[in-house]
Every structure is written in C-alpha cells, then in structure tokens.
C-alpha cells in the first residue's frame, strides 16, 4: 500500500528559531499534499493544501508567513515553521494524494504518522 | 460550511461487544462522501469505510459497519465484537463533491476504549 513518511517524528526548538518538517510519498507520486495540526485529543485542522510545483493554499487563519509550504517535487512537501512559539507546539500530519488517481474527489488519502513538535 | 459533530468525546466497550459511534454532519449539498478514520496511539491515522452519499446501501468492512441516514444527516459506525486492538479514536469525516477542493472536514473525535 502507498506509504507516507514524515520526517522527524518528532523535534523539540528553542523558541524563536525555525524547524522544517518533510512530508514524503514513498512509493508514489502525491499530486497533493494536505498539512493538518493536532492539538491533544483534538481533532484534525488543515492548515493547507499544496500542489506540486505551485503555491500552497492556506485555510483562513493560517500565517502563510509563518507556515511556509514547499512542495518542489512529486514526492516531498515541506512545512517549515518560522520563528516558533511555544504556542506552535502541536502535533503536525500531512497526507497525500496519488497522481494518476480517478481525479475524482474520491481519492485515497495517505496520511504521515506524525510529527511532534515542542517549542520551549 | 460543512460541519462534522461527533457528540461522543468517549466511549467504552466490553471485548467480543457491539459498540456503535455516532456522527451528524451538516450540509446543503446532495453529493458527498464520508469517511471514519480510526487513530490509535501510534497517531497513525487509518481509514476505517467510506460511504458515497448516492449508495442507499450501507457500506461494510469485515466487523465493522456503517448506518448512513441520508435525510438525517447522520452517519454512524458500528464495530462487532471488538478487539482490544480497536482501542482508539475515531474521527468521523465529510467530503465535497464539488467543493472546497476535495478536502476533508474532520469531526473532534471518539476515544473508544476496550476493556478486556
């Protein structure tokens, strides 16, 4: 089955530096990608969608400054967190979309196991 | 907007038991699709079944079984004789046909925990 990584699982940032969060397809080439935060026993808010080679869409209230999305390849999206708080520390999923699916909104969406961030 | 309510935050069931999980959603559109995802402790996030809205059949994986109230707007999960390893949370979820670009509106979650 298609398999997501993210990489790192989890990271821990002094307040005010910035930390990347790469979001790979391993086995196939993601269209899409969705960016969601987490907070504990929370559900799932998407913070943004992005398509290979353009800019992100962001969900009202999400900083695009703040929350930079690159997605430069058919296989990785990134999500990098400038100048973190500790209210930026949550729990962070992405998923993805195949290409080449039934184009539909139908579609299967993988999801990452996660990456956890604390800012301290 | 569409919204998604799960209005179980917790829930408890005894091994080899029924236990069902309830989700309402609320929506002007007459084409979707809906979804339950189940979220263990490993955070991991697993599609559970999926409903097209146009199927009046209910939609079944193996123990675990939908009851899709169209008119309603409700959309229930029921697992059979559950397992210690159904232990999770359980996110109902909507998704346009048409739009909002295909994403997906989560609901807060079910923690479903199974006592042995």
């Known amino acids: 089955g298609a398999v997501v990584s993210q990489h790192p699982s989890w990271v821990i940032c002094k307040s005010g530096t910035s930390v990347k969060i790469e979001c790979r397809s391993l086995d196939f080439q993601a269209t899409t990608m969705f960016w969601y935060r987490q907070f504990p026993k929370q559900s799932l808010m998407l913070m943004a969608t992005?398509?290979?080679?353009?800019?992100?869409?962001?969900e009202q209230g999400v900083e695009k400054d703040k929350f930079l999305i690159n997605h430069a390849s058919l296989t990785l999206s990134t999500l990098t967190v400038t100048s973190a708080h500790p209210e930026d520390s949550s729990f962070y999923i992405c998923?993805?979309?195949?290409?080449?699916?039934?184009?539909?909104?139908?579609?299967?969406?993988?999801f990452g196991p996660g990456t956890r961030l604390t800012v301290t | 907007a569409q919204t998604v309510t799960q209005s179980q935050p917790e829930m408890s069931v005894q091994e080899a038991e029924t236990v069902t999980l309830s989700c309402t959603y609320d929506?002007?559109?007459?084409?979707?699709?809906l979804f339950w995802y189940k979220q263990p402790p490993s955070r991991q996030m697993i599609l559970v079944i999926r409903?097209?809205?146009?199927?009046?059949q209910n939609a079944t994986e193996n123990r675990f079984s939908v009851n899709f109230q169209k008119a309603a707007k409700s959309f229930s999960l029921k697992i059979s004789d559950s397992q210690l390893g159904d232990a999770a949370m359980y996110f109902c979820?909507?998704?346009?046909?048409?739009?909002?670009?295909?994403?997906?509106?989560f609901g807060d979650g079910t923690t479903l925990t199974v006592k042995p």
């Open positions: 409903q097209e809205a146009y199927k009046q």
């Open positions: 979820a909507y998704r346009s046909v048409r739009t909002n670009a295909g994403k997906s509106t």
């Open positions: 992005s398509n290979e080679g353009s800019k992100a869409t962001y």
């Open positions: 998923s993805a979309r195949e290409l080449g699916d039934s184009g539909g909104p139908l579609y299967e969406q993988y």
């Open positions: 929506t002007s559109e007459s084409d979707y699709y």
